[in-house]
């Protein structure tokens, strides 16, 4: 968010307070688009992303107002039990992303292009990015890289097709930089800022930071006029992302520091099965009312 916004912001009327309007929890029944996004963070807004892999859990996001979903490559690791997001295809995101689009009536649905659908250059970006937005339905993609993704950014965007960028820990490069914070120094933190105005100056419509110096994210904030959205970037972004798997409770064995657990369903999905299991063992399911004569 620009410096323009944040005294909008802090302006004597204060933010809007017509909730019909506020992209988290407004009543809005069409889909929200790139347009409300930025005008959201115009008025100083902050707002919430969560990733979604199945049509099920989307429709319950969507109810609780979450504006923006993900389907990210994070699949890879919590719903295909791959290591990495490396080996995600292009089958896998766009089958589990139509999923997502049935599942939401108001929310913008992003899509992960993975791991190579768009290394290879604009063409390819713009050829796997079309199929998303033709054969799944969603309204914007989002691709890792800064000033080395701006050529494939500048063809979507050119294509009409929204994007959201990723800079910081990109993930898909986890064999060439690991799972490091990024952007420690002066050196990472000049070429993080190269990289987020490139993606701006490109077109994108927003950009993820992962994994860097709170500072350094809210001096990224300071000086772009598209919105920042943090993960693992401390509280200055425009907007936070979490994996909803690692939000809930859900994702097995480790989970990122930067993550806050608002429950846990690995415990109540636990419990759920083993009464169902005793029940089954013990006999005392079905019951009469379960039972057709
Ligand atoms: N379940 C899940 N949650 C995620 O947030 C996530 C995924 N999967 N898969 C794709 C990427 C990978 N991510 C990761 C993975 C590991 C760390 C990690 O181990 N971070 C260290 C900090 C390392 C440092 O201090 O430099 C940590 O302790 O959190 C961070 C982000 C974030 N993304
Ligand atoms: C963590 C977010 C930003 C992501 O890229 C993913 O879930 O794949
Ligand atoms: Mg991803």
New binding site residues.
Partial sequence: MSLQAAQNQSSPAGPSTDSSKALYGGKSTRRITVHDIAAATERGEKWPMLTAYDAMTASVFDEAGIPVMLV???M???HLGYE??VPVTMDEIAMLSAAVVRGTKRAMVVADLPFGSYQEGPVQALRNATRLIKESGVGAVKLEGGERSHEQIRLLVEAGIPVMAHIG?T?QS?NAMG???QGRGEEAAQQLLRDAKAVQDAGAFAVVL??VPAELAAEVTRTLHIPTVG??AGAGTDAQV??Y??MVGL?GG??????KQYANLRQVLGDAAKEFADEVVGGTFPAAEHTFH
């Fill in positions: 990210g490559d994070s890879g690791n919590v990495t997001t820990l993930p986890v799972y490091r914070v992962e994994l993960i693992g979490l994996v798997t690692d994702t480790k989970v990122p520091r930067f993550t």
